[in-house]
Every structure is written in structure tokens, then in C-alpha cells.
Nanobody, 123 residues
């Protein structure tokens, strides 16, 4: 299993960034996927999750209405579109593979992780 995140960088407060996660080594369309983030000295927190078919999604309350988590099963890629970014959302963002088809916000329900991509929100 390999997950490779990309798309991080510097954004201004109120700006947007789009992240991608290239997945390989497993049957992508059979698993839920999720995005988490981790700031220095803090735990890895749930951001968003999507089920195997892209039918259902769930978001942390703090990002609802601003972030979306589409996926393209033909490209083996989940995405995270982030709008109206805030400085406190500066963190390393990780893509994770769930243990089943069902979406989940629980960290323990993810078995594989990418190396992360840094997102910095600053003016």
C-alpha cells in the first residue's frame, strides 16, 4: 500500500488549497478514505472522510461548509479541497486508508497513511 499526498503549500488566510493523494497497492474503490491533520505538538485530528463509492461524506465540525472530500475511483485518488483557510489550520495533512468500505472519523479505523503534506496558512 502506498499513499502519496501532494498539493500542500502556503495559503493566505481566507484562501484555498487543493490536496491530492495518489493511492496504489490495493483495490482503491473498495475502501473508505480520510484526511487528518497534525499540528506540531498535537495529536492527529480528523478532517474529512468519504466512503468507497463517494456516496457519503463526513466532516469535522470545524471544516463543514469550507472543505470537501471528493474521490475519483478511476484515478485511485481522493482529494481535499480547502476554502476559507484559517491560520490555525496550519498543519501537516495526511491521507489515510480505512479498514472497510464505510466512512469513519476514528483514527484507529485507518490502517495506512501517507507521508503527509505541509499546509501553512499565513499572511
Amino acid at each position: 500500500v502506498q499513499l502519496v499526498e501532494s498539493g500542500g503549500g502556503l495559503a493566505q488566510p481566507g484562501g484555498s488549497l487543493g490536496l491530492s493523494c495518489a493511492a496504489s497497492g490495493f483495490t482503491f474503490r473498495a475502501y473508505a478514505m480520510g484526511w487528518f491533520r497534525q499540528a506540531p505538538g498535537k495529536e492527529r485530528d480528523f478532517v474529512a472522510t468519504i466512503d468507497y463509492s463517494a456516496y457519503s461524506t463526513d466532516y469535522a465540525d470545524s471544516v463543514k461548509g469550507r472543505f470537501t472530500i471528493p474521490r475519483d475511483n478511476t484515478k485511485n485518488t481522493p482529494y481535499l479541497q480547502m476554502n476559507s483557510l484559517k491560520p490555525e489550520e496550519t498543519a501537516t495533512y495526511y491521507c489515510g486508508r480505512g479498514t472497510s468500505k464505510r466512512l469513519t472519523p476514528r483514527f484507529d479505523d485507518y490502517t495506512d497513511w501517507g507521508q503527509g503534506t505541509q499546509v501553512t496558512v499565513s499572511s
